[in-house]
């Protein structure tokens, strides 16, 4: 697709780009071009417009809410195909019939009837648990969808290979995954949640890890000295006095217990409750909803961790929204005799702000530089303002989607012929800003061939 078609299949799109959340009603909407793969009969994350012409296979990511809408127990459409883990999600969540969903095993390449002979390959995609990107492989056979622009490559004997990211937290995995590596890819439909140079948030494992040693520093009470030796009567929060403790007949009162609650999507956001939890020792308590989700997931260490008594679990899961201030004083009441104090964690990739003095506009080697040289310990983990002795809250700069560093060393790190972006794309103003990377990229990539990151581990660059 030239330039000039791009741009207008892009107008086409604006009628319905961005509003997925939205229920179909009446007439139905049409598919933008970039929910259904060029000149193949498979739509990706496009369950909220229903029957869409000429496909035959509808593919789904994960189970997050803005990817699946629509999706029910009515849908007869056509077959799903997604993961294990996300099958068993949304037929347990969404009581979708069974016999419409095709669960595929992981790096392997398999075969999707009446598609032509396509292949896919599904790639954990770092997201929450059963999210997948979907390597395709096969020619293109049919105009599938409703936009009116045609390729002209229908019925030829080339075979494209297009990658789809749904949504992903870039790494060196995968541009190494055997599936990609080495290969050039016609289309990458991109995840670009955090597409702007101001969202350069520090590696997702270094962010796990402090959160699980800042838990073990407050609840036991140990820290580093002004001096660096270890202390235990120094903790990270000193600048908010514990109450004196009193004695009563020569006994001292009995040691505080701490609660530890964690804000989590309804799928998402494990990682850090697990690391916290293997931290502290302790068990995890959440609702009944919120377990049967959890044992849908095929990780049994988490599932060790789980406890339907509160009082067993040093660790609580909440839903994200409700980590605030008075929230958690009325939940930490509940349990008045239990815990005497609560920390709290609201992990998300809207609590990171640039440092100052960055430069939100530099070369890709510098963007590149500075962004490898980043990290993070729990020293850089604040209470927020309203936080009290009793009750502290911590702002968490994590995300299970690609920060803008990550998503430049994915983009620089494999061969790729057209980014397609498919997240705040829903005004000519958005794209623009975003295009100006992708050019970026591109332009860097032919002037620099090879470009090699050296990644810091395999989880990150």
């Known amino acids: 697709m030239n330039s000039h078609k791009e741009d207008e299949s892009w107008v086409e799109a604006d009628a319905t780009a961005d509003r997925d959340s939205r229920p179909t009603r009446g007439n139905r909407r049409k598919a933008p071009f970039y929910k259904v793969l060029q000149g193949m009969p498979i739509a990706v994350d496009a369950f909220c417009y229903g029957t869409i012409p000429g ?26 195909y997604c993961s294990e883990e996300t099958a068993k999600l949304i037929t347990h969540m969404l009581a979708v019939d069974p016999s419409w969903v095709h669960p595929l095993p992981l790096d392997t390449p398999t075969i999707i009837p009446d598609t032509g002979r396509v292949s896919v390959t599904l790639i954990e995609a770092n997201h929450c648990p059963g999210s997948s990107l979907f390597f395709f492989e096969g020619q293109q056979t049919i105009d599938a969808g409703d936009s009116a622009f045609k390729s002209p490559f229908i019925g030829s004997s080339r075979s494209f290979r297009y990658l789809h990211c749904g949504d992903f937290r870039a790494s060196p995995r995968h541009v190494l995954h055997p599936a990609v590596n080495g290969k050039r890819i016609d289309h990458i439909y991109l995840d670009t949640t955090y597409l702007n140079p101001k969202y350069t948030f520090s590696p997702q494992p270094l962010v796990i890890s402090a959160c699980a040693e800042l838990t073990r520093r407050l609840v036991g009470g140990v820290g580093d000295d002004p001096n660096g030796h270890t202390n235990r009567k120094f903790t990270i929060d000193a600048w908010m006095k514990s109450p004196t403790s009193t004695e009563k007949g020569g006994q001292q009162t009995p040691q505080e217990r701490i609660l530890v609650i964690v804000g989590t999507y309804s799928i998402g956001k494990e990682r850090i409750v697990k690391a916290i939890a293997q931290a502290l020792g302790t068990k995890v308590y959440c609702d009944a909803r919120k377990t049967a989700i959890l044992r849908c997931q095929a990780d049994k260490e988490l599932h060790a961790l789980l406890t339907a008594d509160p009082a067993e679990a040093n660790v609580h899961i909440l839903p ?64 927020s303002q309203k936080s009290s002795y009793n009750i502290q809250i911590f702002g968490v700069p994590y995300s299970e989607h690609s920060s803008f560093f990550e998503l430049t060393c ?31 990229w591109e332009s860097e990539k032919r002037s620099a061939k090879p470009y090699i990151i050296q990644p810091r581990t395999a989880d990150y660059w």
């Not at 509808?58 to 189970?63: I, K, N």
């Not at 349990?335 to 609590?351: C, D, E, L």
């Open 55 to 80: 496909v035959t296979a509808y593919f789904l990511t994960h189970a997050h809410s803005d990817h699946y809408t629509n999706l029910g127990s009515k849908w007869k459409s056509g077959p799903i």
């Open 320 to 383: 994200l929204g409700v980590v605030t201030s008075d929230n958690l004083k009325s939940y930490l009441q509940k349990f008045n005799g239990t815990f005497s104090r609560v920390i709290g964690f609201r992990p998300t990739g809207w609590t990171y702000s640039p440092p100052s003095g960055s430069n939100l506009n530099g070369s890709i080697q510098s963007i590149i530089s500075q962004g490898q040289s980043r990290h993070f310990s729990y020293t850089d983990l604040q209470p």
């Open 410 to 440: 994915f983009a620089m790190s494999c061969d790729w012929g057209r980014m397609i972006p498919t997240v705040n794309v829903g005004t000519p103003a958005s794209r623009a800003k975003m295009t100006k990377w992708l050019k970026r």
